[in-house]
């Protein structure tokens, strides 16, 4: 089911109560339709568009049991977890490469490709694969002037007590970086 608090946070989004997103849904058949469909149809029919529809579409799907939270619409599971950092994207960047230093693993999961390291006007990335198919990827990106947020996503995780043990996990890694 979809927490209260989600609910809020859509209707508040959205400016829709989530009954009349309900009954929408209801007449389209959401149902019998895929996420895309779901997402495409909130979005041509203006009942919420462009990121809200994507949300509204999980909630449905978290509500309706088609998925469970954190996980995505091909089956997969996920978690993230960030951390706020004085100075820009480039010293942030500089610190997770010094907390990684040469690990070669996370959890004693292997690292099986990577990590590479790359940029663009408005992000930095790391990533890696590790052995049991999930992949790290880290994001950075300038929140203001003077801090820089620092983003990790796990991805391809198999269950939901993975998502558990990898928030934990990464939560604790990323605790002790320091702002420069």
């Given at each position: 089911m979809?927490?209260?608090?989600?609910?809020e946070a859509l209707e508040n989004g959205t400016g829709r109560n989530w009954t009349e997103?309900?009954?929408?849904?209801?007449?389209?058949?959401?149902?019998?339709l895929s996420h895309k469909e779901?997402?495409?149809?909130?979005?041509?029919?203006?009942?919420?568009?462009?990121?809200?529809?994507?949300?509204?579409?999980?909630?449905?799907?978290?509500?309706?049991?088609?998925?469970?939270?954190?996980q995505d619409c091909n089956g997969e599971f996920s978690v993230s977890v960030s951390k706020t950092l004085n100075?820009?994207?480039?010293e942030a960047l500089q610190k997770w490469q010094e907390r990684v230093g040469g690990a070669e693993s996370f959890s004693?999961?292997?690292?099986?490709?990577?990590?590479e390291v790359n940029s663009t006007e408005k992000w930095r990335y790391w990533r890696c694969g590790l052995t049991d198919g999930?992949?790290?990827?880290?994001?950075?990106?300038?929140k203001s002037e003077s801090k820089a947020a620092l983003g990790i996503q796990h991805e391809r995780l198999e269950s939901?007590?993975?998502i558990e043990h990898w928030r934990t996990f990464w939560k604790a890694y990323i605790k002790d970086i320091q702002s420069p």
């Open positions: 979809v927490r209260t608090m989600n609910v997103i309900e009954d929408y849904l209801a007449t389209i058949g959401a149902d019998q779901i997402a495409r149809k909130l979005n041509d029919d203006g009942i919420v568009t462009g990121w809200w529809a994507q949300s509204v579409t999980v909630a449905y799907e978290q509500m309706t049991g088609r998925r469970v939270p954190g100075g820009t994207m480039d004693a999961i292997d690292i099986s490709r990577g990590p999930s992949r790290v990827n880290v994001n950075i990106y300038q939901t007590e993975q």
